[in-house]
């Protein structure tokens, strides 16, 4: 239901393209990890997923099954919720690591959390948590690195701003662009490397979206 509705509500809000590298590919047990720069940026990357035949389970700030209908989609899709910093912080992985032996695919955020700009310009990833890496070691499970960039242009910078952003959006209509590079597989040399390599992994394919809309920072990059 997220990515059906992601592919048919994104496009009022902006134009989608979606590139590929050679060797890309979304196999079923795979973790889809992209950066995350914007509160629309999960509905853009979903819908490009959905273009690409990918309908992947989401891991998701845990706040969002508290809301009464959101929250029950979120449960009865079988996404999972992250409770960061408390005894249940655990479980998220614990349940990705099901997902994945279950055949499903993964979106993960590995930043936890957006950048807090007043600008809408782009910019390279920031530090990755280690969870990712932690669950790709776990399950040996591939990472596909997604780069994404104008989504920062539908809503970004403070409360205010957002909400205008929202709202003039589909007379907007920003460019988007994601970008799905080929699978990684940590190399096993510990989790300071491997989250090291998929923020590399990520950030290249972050590069090449920025890099088709002319971003000042992946140009510069």
Known sequence: MLSRLADLLVPAFGRLT???DPGAELRPGSIVTANHT????PAVVLA???RLGARP?????????RAPVLGRALAREGHIPVHRGGPRAADSLDLAADALRDGRLLLIYAEGGIPERPD???????A???GLARLALRTGAPIVPVGQAGARKITSGSVP???AGLAT????????????????RLTGDGLMAGTGQAHRAVTDAWRTAAGRLGEPAALAA
């Open 57 to 65: 389970v989401v891991m998701a700030t845990a706040g969002l099954w």
């Open 38 to 41: 914007s509160l629309a940026d």
């Open 128 to 130: 990755f948590r280690s």
């Open 48 to 50: 490009a997923l959905h």
């Open 18 to 20: 979606v590139t590929s």
């Open 120 to 126: 809408s310009a782009e910019a390279a990833p920031a």
């Open 169 to 184: 959006a589909p007379l907007r209509r920003p460019c988007l662009h994601v970008h799905v590079g080929a699978p990684v």
């Open 161 to 163: 701003k957002q909400l």
